[in-house]
């Protein structure tokens, strides 16, 4: 997981919640998002990126710095004002439209 800075500055910071979903992401969706054909294709239909580190590293990259954003803005109340959720709605709907889909087809009861 992520070496570069410690829980307490990430608490300072104010961004541990958004750094724990981030690796959280690394872990469990990278693997089966970054490289698939319907991620890439979303991509390129995006034509833009969250982040530079997303642009600069899209296959390590790109699926963890997206799903920070889609927390803020799609699920449960938005954590963002409006014109920043409009901007990561516009610049990431078609990699909002994968991420909801992926989620959506996990049995959360199988896991239990």
């Not at 991620?39 to 990259?61: E, G, K, V």
């Not at 409009?86 to 889909?101: C, D, G, K």
Request: charged share 30%; aromatic share 4%.
């Amino acid at each position: 997981m992520h070496t570069g800075a410690t829980a307490e500055k990430h608490i300072a910071d104010g961004v541990l919640e958004e750094a724990l979903a981030h690796e959280a992401a690394h872990t469990s969706l990278n693997a089966a998002l970054a490289e698939s054909a319907d991620w890439l294709a979303a991509q390129a239909a995006d034509d833009a990126f969250i982040s530079d580190d997303a642009r600069d590293n899209p296959l390590r990259d790109n699926v963890a710095e997206t799903v920070v954003p889609w927390i803020a803005v799609c699920c449960g109340e938005p954590r963002v004002d409006d014109k920043t959720a409009a901007s990561i709605q516009r610049r990431t709907a078609n990699r909002i439209a994968v991420l909801e889909r992926v989620v959506g087809e996990i049995d959360y009861a199988k896991k239990s």
